[in-house]
C-alpha cells in the first residue's frame, strides 16, 4: 500500500491551498485517513483526520481554517486549507488507517512542502 500525497506549494499569508491524497496498491479497507504535519525543528503534529463514519478530528490552531474530507470510493482524502498563515509552512504528510488481511496498519505518504510566504 503506498499513499501518494500532491498539491503542496508556495502561497501567500491568507491564501488557500488544497491537498489530496490517494491510497493505492493491492486490496484494503479504508479505516481512516488523513494529515499530520511537521516543521523544521519541531514534533509531528496532527492536522486532521477523518473515518468511514465522516467522523473527524482536528488539530487545536487548525480548527476553523482546515477542513478534512474524503472520497474513499477513490481511496482519497483532500485537506482544504484556507487562511494561511506563516506557522502553517510545513511537510504534511498523509496518513492513513488501512485493512490488508484481518488487521488494520498504519500507512504513511512521502509528505508534501506547504510554505506559507509573503
Known amino acids: 500500500v503506498q499513499l501518494q500525497a500532491s498539491g503542496g506549494g508556495l502561497v501567500q499569508p491568507g491564501e488557500s491551498l488544497r491537498l489530496s491524497c490517494e491510497a493505492s496498491?493491492?486490496?484494503?479497507?479504508?479505516?481512516?485517513m488523513g494529515w499530520y504535519r511537521q516543521a523544521p525543528g519541531k514534533e509531528r503534529e496532527l492536522v486532521a483526520t477523518?473515518?468511514?463514519?465522516?467522523?473527524?478530528n482536528y488539530g487545536d490552531s487548525m480548527k476553523g481554517r482546515f477542513t478534512v474530507s474524503r472520497d474513499f470510493s477513490k481511496n482519497t482524502v483532500y485537506l482544504q486549507m484556507n487562511s494561511l498563515k506563516p506557522d502553517d509552512t510545513a511537510v504534511y504528510y498523509c496518513?492513513?488507517?488501512?485493512?490488508?488481511?484481518?488487521?488494520?496498519?498504519?500507512?504513511w505518504g512521502q509528505g508534501t512542502q506547504v510554505t506559507v510566504s509573503s
Open positions: 477523518i473515518n468511514s463514519a465522516d467522523s473527524t
Open positions: 496518513w492513513g488507517r488501512l485493512r490488508v488481511g484481518i488487521r488494520p496498519n498504519t500507512y
Open positions: 496498491g493491492g486490496h484494503f479497507v479504508i479505516n481512516a
